[in-house]
């Protein structure tokens, strides 16, 4: 069974997203679907969204060759009965204060107080997973784990002192591009770039637990960075040649540390 209906897919997302306006161009409809859509959307997904001989009827022609939309309101989203099952459980998961505020949460509770969770956290058995987590309730670190997040959608500079895994304090200028969860060790962690004079020092990784501050500079990082630039940045010069033996199941544990 799908959690998910397929209505809330693809190509009906981006068929939504461009419905959300009452007048729209060829231009727009190429853009979105290239963005959003798959790496082969763009070459049959615009012809059906525009008005043809074979189009998805969503469109017609305007004044000035706009499109305008043949419905009259916004698509709405109604949300399943499974889905809502799903967003139950979801609420009740301590790291769901991290991406939502308090009184939204409380809301979602209101609105689903009818609704049996699709599982519950006891359901769950984890074995190999350190003790020591982060602690997602903590009021500064909710504080700081929301500022690092903005930082990382909108590419600020921003100010960090943290202590370093080594015990050190470490205050630096960073941008933060990515950050990841590590279900093994319960915590979250930042890739990052540190800044000199506004240039890229160097690449590190700073867990979102040892942050003491975070200080956002009103400044944006303009330089285009990827995620495969960073990973090369941290590579060694020479690679590692590892031999495996079957001691101990060796060679399984090696595999299942190492799939990911």
């Not at 301590?94 to 409380?106: A, G, K, N, S, Y």
């Not at 943290?162 to 630096?172: N, P, Q, T, Y």
């Not at 915590?187 to 942050?211: E, V, W």
Request: contains cysteine.
């Amino acid at each position: 069974m799908n959690i998910f209906s397929e209505i809330y897919g693809t190509y009906f997302r981006i068929a939504a997203r461009l419905l959300e306006n009452e007048v729209t161009d060829e231009k727009t409809v190429h853009e979105t679907v290239l963005r959003e859509g798959f790496r082969d959307s763009v070459l049959f997904m615009p012809q059906k969204l525009i008005p043809s001989g074979e189009d998805w009827g969503l469109f017609r022609w305007g004044n000035n060759n706009m499109l305008r939309r043949i419905t009259k309101k916004v698509p709405v989203k109604v949300l399943t009965k499974l889905q809502k099952m799903w967003l139950k459980a979801k609420l009740s998961d301590p790291r769901i204060r991290l991406f939502l505020e308090d009184d939204v949460i409380e809301n979602l509770k209101e609105e689903l107080a009818d609704v049996k969770p699709l599982y519950r956290h006891e359901h769950f058995r984890l074995t190999d997973r350190h003790a020591d987590h982060d602690d997602y309730s903590d009021e500064k670190y909710i504080a700081n784990f929301r500022a690092a997040l903005d930082a990382v959608k909108k590419r600020k500079i921003v100010d960090i002192s943290f202590m370093s895994g080594h015990g050190k304090r470490v205050s630096g200028r960073f941008v933060l591009l990515k950050i990841e969860f590590s279900p093994k060790n319960g915590k979250f962690r930042a890739y990052c770039y540190r800044l000199s004079n506004d240039k890229i020092k160097n690449s590190g990784l700073i867990n979102i637990g040892r942050i003491d501050t975070i200080t956002d500079t009103e400044r944006i990082f303009r330089t285009p960075v990827s995620m495969d630039d960073y990973f090369s940045s941290r590579k060694c010069s020479a690679p590692a040649v590892i031999r495996v033996t079957n001691e101990r199941n060796g060679v399984e544990r090696f595999m299942l540390e190492f799939a990911p």
